[in-house]
């Protein structure tokens, strides 16, 4: 089974300040798709960013960029420019297995963003 | 657009009683998929649907039945339930194009309390 862990329950960032979530996974895949989801108190799940494992580019989208580093099986999310509208839980996830699969995600990063 | 909806908002309901949680999306996914979601936890996936068949049964307890009637509507059947049940049902859409590698895109979830 996959498995996806992030290790910081926590994390507090200054507002227009850059902050990065960690995670790592494990999969026996050889290409697979990693995903992060932000989820306000609303507690919609909300797409920020995914990267695909056989690009060795790095994503991005706007202040949302990945550190994707393959052979560490390291995934992190950097936010640059920090807004209280990023304030949420962000949940790192990938597909448990080959097929039409659901996602396995990590225990979550709380983010709180400080004025 | 990329909207999956999800109805009730909310459901209180007895461990005795019968209802149903629906989903809908209209962008021709052909995956839709059931996540259960505790306080504080990340999202578990209960059940996958792929061209409208039953693809993944995490082992559900039997007092939850999903439905797909047809590839844009999922039901989530519920039936004496216990108050243990009581967390955030979120449903998942994707296409099916490349398997385990598309986006789910999440409805807006049914919060569930059990009395």
């Known amino acids: 089974a996959q498995t996806v862990t992030q290790s910081q329950p926590e994390m507090s960032v200054q507002e227009a300040e850059t902050v990065t979530l960690s995670c790592t996974y494990d999969?026996?895949?050889?290409?697979?798709?990693l995903f992060w989801y932000k989820q306000p108190p609303s507690r919609q799940m909300i797409l920020v960013i995914r990267?695909?494992?056989?690009?060795?580019q790095n994503a991005t989208e706007n202040r949302f960029s990945v550190n994707f580093q393959k052979a560490a099986k390291s995934f992190s999310l950097k936010i640059s420019d920090s807004q209280l509208g990023d304030a949420a839980m962000y949940f790192c996830a990938q597909y448990s297995g080959g097929g039409a699969d659901g996602l396995t995600f990590g225990k979550g990063t709380h983010l709180i963003i400080q004025p | 657009d990329t909207e999956v909806t999800q109805t009730p908002k909310h459901l209180v309901m007895g461990m005795t009683n019968k209802k149903s949680l629906k989903c809908e999306q209209h962008?021709?996914?052909?995956?839709m998929y059931w996540y259960k979601q505790k306080a504080k936890k990340p999202p578990e996936l209960m059940f996958v649907y792929s061209y409208e068949k039953l693809s993944i049964n995490e082992s559900v307890p039997s007092r939850f039945s999903p439905e797909c009637p047809n590839s844009s509507l999922l039901n989530l059947h519920l039936h004496a339930l216990q108050p243990e049940d009581s967390a955030l049902y979120l449903c998942a859409s994707s296409q099916v194009r490349v398997l385990g590698t598309d986006t789910q895109y999440f409805g807006p979830g049914t919060r569930l309390t059990v009395l």
């Open positions: 990267q695909e494992a056989y690009k060795q």
């Open positions: 999969t026996s895949e050889s290409d697979y798709y």
């Open positions: 962008m021709g996914h052909r995956a």
